[in-house]
């Protein structure tokens, strides 16, 4: 569905993507991560032929981006970060005009015009100005008008930007709604939007794609869930004895116990440690404290992994 | 309906929703009247109806001109401005469609503004020895010379996102067609020669105001129109993958 082939984009000498290659396939829901200014909103603006790459290939459902732009714009659906909306139009005459524009017949928009007004929940203000929509709503009319025209690849650069905690949640079910019926490619610097909401990611660092695959692919190719923590009852055996079993456990390069001051909540006669192994030692840790006559409580990975993957790439090393 | 055209009615209908296009329309229809009744029909009755016609087409092409000049501002900069030029730019639609549609709407509006003068050369009519052809011939002249003028504005709209860049550009331009006149004055013979075949004014207008069509002044405005909206579409050509 989308191809690039060794893409870069140059502003005079400064890079500011590239070289970038990877391949979409068709109904994949696909997450592009990083920080702000790392290229995310340039490698989209290629995809969606608003800008132009400095060099390399790009093509989408097997149009070329360059040779033949307005094939690919007919099958692109793009919100920009600010959605493109006319503030003195009313989100109905909007999104008939965006129909228009992208080769649709009068008689296909008036069709299409209910559907979309349901999936992205903006019936109730078609006939506002959209100069008077919340944001919330401005977000939505932006969504509909990217799929307004049916197109097979829908692009969302930072698709909850400036929405509220609930209106995030809401935004998150129609991306997940949407991706039944396209092929989805979203940018954002924050995780859980991500996470949640696609299949596989490609984490970007100063144009360049340093890790792609599935949260799971991501998690186990950088050895993340070498961190856990696990919580104890000791019993009469006391903490000192737990925390040299764990020390003893194979594969155990760290041990340390954690407290209210690391925002641990202890239940009386229990105790927390943290651990860090060389590779995913749970099941070590877990059979040499029931062997050593410990109740464990909870083994858990020590943090949000994917989170560690993102900041351990983008810092520049890998956990 | 051709992506010109669709382009042609959210353009139109933007006038005629946003308070620029009513200013614009009041503030010249309110000026257009005053000079009518304080300078023509204020002034001595002595006057041949077909030279106040005249004097009506003439300061009439001085409110078209400006009333082109701001109606072509906010064309290309205000939507580079908002964001919404990424819509247009990563839709299936060509610049000059784009470039064409938005100009068709906005001489569309400055027609339908000069249109709203009809009464005063009517009232000449009435009380004079002129005819339609006369009438019809000085709108003409109206429309030709708020085209050129809307050409060059918005080529100006689309140098750059700033409003106050496009005003600039556009009123350097524009003035600098008006003093071709004058400069052609100031030098020989054959610069004389070009400078007031290019003066927008004082050369081409002159037979629209009398009534009378001259080929030359409607090829220049066409050509001038023409060639403003070829590099307005270059220009957003240039602009659009950047």
């Not at chain 1, 979309?116 to 506002?128: G, K, L, W």
């Not at chain 1, 799929?147 to 995030?168: A, G, Y």
């Not at chain 2, 009438?135 to 429309?143: D, F, N, P, R």
Request: aromatic share 8%; glycine share 10%; hydrophobic share 45%.
């Amino acid at each position: 569905m989308v191809e690039l082939s060794d893409v870069t984009k140059y502003y005079g000498p400064k890079r500011a993507l590239g070289p970038v290659s990877f391949e979409i396939e068709k109904g994949d829901a696909v997450g592009i991560l990083g920080l702000n200014g790392v290229g995310k909103t340039t490698l989209l603006r290629i995809l969606a032929c608003g800008l132009r790459p400095s060099s390399g290939s790009v093509s989408i459902d097997g149009h070329d981006v360059l040779d033949n732009p307005h094939e690919v714009r007919k099958r692109v659906g793009y919100l920009p970060e600010v959605p493109p909306v006319y503030g003195d139009m009313t989100v109905r005459d909007y999104l008939a005009f965006v129909g228009r524009l992208k080769g649709m017949t009068a008689g296909a928009v008036a069709e299409r015009m209910p559907v979309v007004e349901e999936c992205t929940r903006i019936a109730e203000v078609r006939d506002m100005p959209a100069r008077h929509l919340s944001q919330g709503y401005r977000q939505r009319v932006g969504v509909a008008q990217a799929i307004i025209h049916e197109p097979d690849l829908l692009i969302m650069d930072e698709p909850t930007h400036d929405l509220d905690p609930v209106q995030i949640v809401e935004m998150r079910a129609m991306i997940r709604a949407l991706k039944d019926s396209h092929t989805i490619l979203i940018s954002s610097h924050i995780l859980p939007e991500i996470s949640q909401t696609c299949d596989r990611l490609l984490i970007l660092d100063d144009g360049r794609i340093v890790a792609s695959g599935s949260e799971t692919e991501l998690e186990a190719r950088l050895f993340v869930s070498r961190r856990i923590r696990v919580t104890v009852r000791p019993g009469e055996k006391g903490v000192a004895a737990a925390h040299a079993r764990i020390a003893g456990t194979s594969g155990v390069k760290k041990v340390e116990k954690i407290g209210a001051d690391d925002g641990i909540a202890e239940e009386p006669g229990s105790a927390t440690f943290r651990v860090e192994g060389e590779s995913d030692v749970r099941a070590e840790v877990c059979r040499a404290l029931v062997e050593g006559g410990h109740d464990v409580i909870t083994l858990t990975r020590a943090e949000r992994q994917l989170e560690r993957v993102f900041v351990g790439l983008v810092a520049g090393g890998s956990n | 309906m051709g992506a010109t055209g669709i382009i042609f009615r959210r353009e139109f209908n933007a006038y005629v929703r946003a308070p620029i296009g009513y200013i614009v329309g009041a503030v010249v229809l309110f000026l257009d009247g005053l000079l009518f009744f304080g300078y023509i029909l204020g002034a001595d009755a002595q006057m041949l109806s077909g030279y106040v016609l005249s004097e009506f087409f003439y300061f009439a092409s001085g409110m078209t001109t400006i009333a082109a000049v701001v109606l072509s501002l906010r064309l290309i900069a205000e939507e580079r401005q908002t964001g919404t030029q990424l819509l247009l730019d990563t839709s299936p639609v060509r610049d000059r469609e784009i470039v064409l549609g938005k100009f068709l709407a906005a001489l569309a509006f400055l027609s339908a503004l000069n249109a709203a003068t009809i009464y005063m050369p009517l009232l000449i009519m009435v009380n004079g020895k002129i005819t339609i052809g006369q009438i019809v011939a000085g709108y003409v002249g109206l429309t030709l010379i708020g085209g050129a003028v809307l050409a060059i504005g918005i080529f100006g709209s689309a140098l750059s996102r700033s409003q106050l860049v496009a005003a600039v550009v556009t009123s350097v331009i524009t003035s600098m067609f008006y003093l071709f006149w004058q400069i052609s004055e100031a030098v020989e013979y054959p610069l004389s020669s070009f400078f007031s075949a290019l003066a927008i004014h004082q050369r081409h207008f002159p037979g629209f105001q009398q009534g009378i069509y001259h080929l030359r002044d409607i090829v220049y405005y066409l050509s001038l129109t023409w060639f403003f909206l070829y590099l307005a579409t270059r220009t957003m050509e240039a602009k659009r993958w950047e």
